[in-house]
Structures are given as structure tokens and as C-alpha cells.
């Protein structure tokens, strides 16, 4: 590790050796994350198709709307996207700290772990087997494997970084290690605690749950993984790391009191649903802080995005993110909820943050890493810049329609005059568009998932690719 890169990583120089990765944990991660995601993509593309042709395998229980929904959900979350996370997580932390991950043996375990709880989760749910709790749908002794497989995680994480050699923490690390700790708290209150409440107790509880499997979980994971690949991609350095902090702090004391905003307008107290709002407002502050950030680093080196496919994807899914970030404050307030809550707008919203923000941070971090852990090179950049913009137009015509959508299915609820019938018939034309934007996204999962394996399948025949921390 030559001054100039720790420099961009933000760690102390030292005189050792640079550690030979093996990275095995790391590829069985990823591989299966992509896998996965084109798995969970047909997923989507049925439930899309259920839209306009709602009577579509309606004869068969297992591909009820019912069933793969939730697979879908939970395949998204935990499947691809936590799956692809950890895999990059394995990756950059031991480089960072400059260090071997502590243990590849416990790595691998835990990969195996999380492949049989992603397959058992498959099965149980397209057998009906759901707790009914939103994110939360898994049966209890798979949320009690999940538990295991996330301590196995942190311990290996944790103890690498205990281990470390570079004194100061890249704010990557930080982010890292929060996700962790948020994560195990997380987790355990909208899985387990949930359970012992009942009535609006216990919705109060899911709520803080799911939206904070976004905020606390996928967000600081996700920052993680953008604060390393946009300085790593660009071969530039960080523009503030005071900023970086000011941002990790901000998101850490804010975040986790804005679950209630979804229970707005509902029989929780009044003085609740006010602090909701009053924190999904100060959101504003982490994410501005974050995005500028991010902005500043790139400002002169814009046009490596026409060569750097990471960067595009990077650099979009930090725009996804302000956008994201921007939308969750504003439809907290009461007048605006009023009108979006419970609409289309909503998994707008939600998969312009899973898919637009959070996954095109994963992708692009997966198509940095795959090459430089199996010493190759990317087997076609062409193919990833296809999938980039089959995604990106996708993408757009899928949140862009939902948004309207659910901006005019809001105000025909709120006219009494209209049957409730007639606002589904209305949507038909916005669901039209949502089926065929989800088309081209999972082309673009489909190059996507052909790139990496062609990559890794290829990596014995072509040039490697220089992997430095």
C-alpha cells in the first residue's frame, strides 16, 4: 500500500508488507448475491405481469400474489443485497485495516450458513409459512439462524479490525462497524420483540423495524461501500473525512426515531407521530452532508464516468440517494402523507432506496471486486455499461411512474365521489408502464449476472488485474 493510497483511504502509512488476501469468503458471498438477484428479478417480473393480468397462475397457491411477494421482499433485502454487502464487506475491511480477515474458515461457514437460510426461506414462504409481519415474514428458528450467522459475521469483522495495523479508521470502517451494532439491535426488535407486543404496540414496533432495515442497516452499509469504490474507481482522494464523520455521527443519533411516520394519521399519540416528523426532517442533515461529500470528491473528474462504468453506477446511486432522502422527509409531513400514504408513491419510493440508491452501490462495488479477487480482468465492460443504462431507464420509468401514479391515486381516495374500484381501473395504464420498465431492469440483471460469472469462469485465461487496498 504506496503513500498516495493511504492517503485516499484515509489510513496510516506503515512500513509492513501487504497481506496476501485469499478472498474466499468474499467470492462465495457474491457469487450467490448475483445469483440470487436474477433470481429475485423473475420474481419481480411475475408479480409486475399480476398487475395487469391478475388472474395469472391465480390457480396456483404457490405463485399467488401472496406467497411471492414476500419472497421477493425478503429475497431483495437478504438474498441479493445484504448477501452482496457482506461479500464486499469481507473484501475492503481487511484491506483497510491492512490485515488478513481473521478468519476464512469462519467466513466460508458463515456463507454456507446464509446460503441455507436464503434456500429455507424459499421454501417456507412459497409453502405459506409467514408470521404476517412486514420484512419480518420468516418463521422463528430461521430469525434465530439469521441471529447466528450474524454474530459469526461480526465477530470475524470485528476481530480483524481488532487486529489491525493502520492506527487511524477510514470512515468506511466506521460505517461498517455501525452497521453491525444497528443491525444485531435491528434485527432483534422487529423479529423477536415484536412477538411479546400486540395491537398498535406491536405495529409501532414493525414500523421501527422496517424503515429501519433501510436507514440503519442498508444505508450505512451502503455509504460504506460508496465512501471506499468512489475515491478507489476514481484513483482520487476523499474530500473531507471531517465531513465523513460529521455524517456518520448525524446518521447515527437521527435515524432510528423516524419509524413512526408510516403510522401517521393513525391511533398512535400525536406526541409520537411529532418527533417522527421532527427526525425525518433532520434526515436532511447526514444526507446532504453525505452527498456533498461525494460530490466534492468528484468535482473535475467528471469525465471518468465515461470510462469508469463503477463510477456511473456509483454516481447514480448517490443521486437515488438524495432523491430517496429527499422524498422520506417530505412525505412525513402530515399534509403531504395525507395524500401519498399507503399509495403507489410508496414502493416508489422504496425501490428507487433499495434498488436505485443501495444496489447500484453493491453493483458497482461487485463488478470493482470480482475482477480484482479472482486476478482477472472484468470479462466485458461493454456488457456493464449496457446493464447500467438497461437499469438506469428501467429504473426511472419504474419510480417515475409510481410516483405519479401514486400521486393520482391519492387524490382520487380522497374524493369520496370516486368508488374504490374505479382508482384501481385508473392505475392500469401505470401499471402497464411498471411491467415493462421492470422488463428492462432485469435485462440489465441479466448482463449483469452473465458479467460476473463470465468473469469468474474466465479468470484462469486472461491478464490480472492489479488489486491493491
Known sequence: MDEKKAVHSGTAVSSTAVPVHTDTTAKWFLLSAVVYFFIVGIVAIILAAKFIWPEMLGTVATLTYGRLRPLHVNGMLFGWLLAADMGLVYY????????????????????????????????????????????????????????????????????????????????????????????????????????????????????????????????????????????????????????????????????????????????????????????????????????????????????????????????????????????????SLRSVNALVSKTDWIPGHAHMAVLGAFSFFAIAGTLYTVPRIFKTRLHSASMANWSFWFMMIGGLGFFVTLWLGGLWQGWQWNNPAIPFIDTVVALGPVWTVRFFSGVLIFLGIVLFLYDIVATAIGASGSEPIEDAA
Open 92 to 331: 475492503l475491511v481487511p484491506r483497510l485495516c491492512g490485515v488478513k480477515l481473521w478468519s476464512e474458515k469462519l467466513g466460508v461457514a458463515t456463507a454456507i450458513l446464509w446460503n441455507f437460510i436464503i434456500l429455507s426461506a424459499v421454501v417456507v414462504l412459497l409453502g405459506g409459512w409467514n408470521q404476517g409481519l412486514e420484512y419480518a415474514e420468516l418463521p422463528l428458528w430461521l430469525d434465530v439462524l439469521v441471529v447466528v450467522a450474524w454474530i459469526m459475521f461480526g465477530w470475524n469483522i470485528f476481530a480483524t479490525v481488532a487486529k489491525r495495523k493502520y492506527v487511524q479508521m477510514y470512515v468506511s470502517v466506521w460505517y461498517i462497524m455501525g452497521t453491525i451494532l444497528w443491525t444485531a439491535f435491528v434485527y432483534l426488535v422487529g423479529n423477536f420483540a415484536v412477538l411479546f407486543a400486540t395491537g398498535v404496540n406491536q405495529a409501532n414496533l414493525n414500523w421501527m423495524y422496517v424503515h429501519n432495515a433501510v436507514g440503519l442497516i442498508f444505508t450505512p452499509v451502503g455509504l460504506a461501500l460508496a465512501y471506499y469504490f468512489i475515491p478507489k474507481s476514481g484513483n482520487i482522494p476523499l474530500y473531507s473525512h471531517k465531513l465523513s464523520m460529521i455524517g456518520f455521527w448525524s446518521l447515527a443519533f437521527i435515524y432510528v426515531w423516524t419509524g413512526a411516520h408510516h403510522m401517521l394519521h393513525g391511533p398512535i399519540s400525536q406526541w409520537l407521530q411529532t418527533i417522527a416528523i421532527f427526525f425525518s426532517v433532520m434526515l436532511l442533515v447526514p444526507v446532504w452532508t453525505v452527498v456533498y461529500n461525494f460530490f466534492a470528491t468528484m468535482k473535475g473528474q467528471w469525465e471518468l464516468l465515461q470510462t469508469r462504468v463503477e463510477l456511473k453506477f456509483l454516481m447514480s446511486g448517490v443521486v437515488f440517494y438524495l432523491l430517496t432522502c429527499f422524498q422520506g422527509p417530505m412525505h
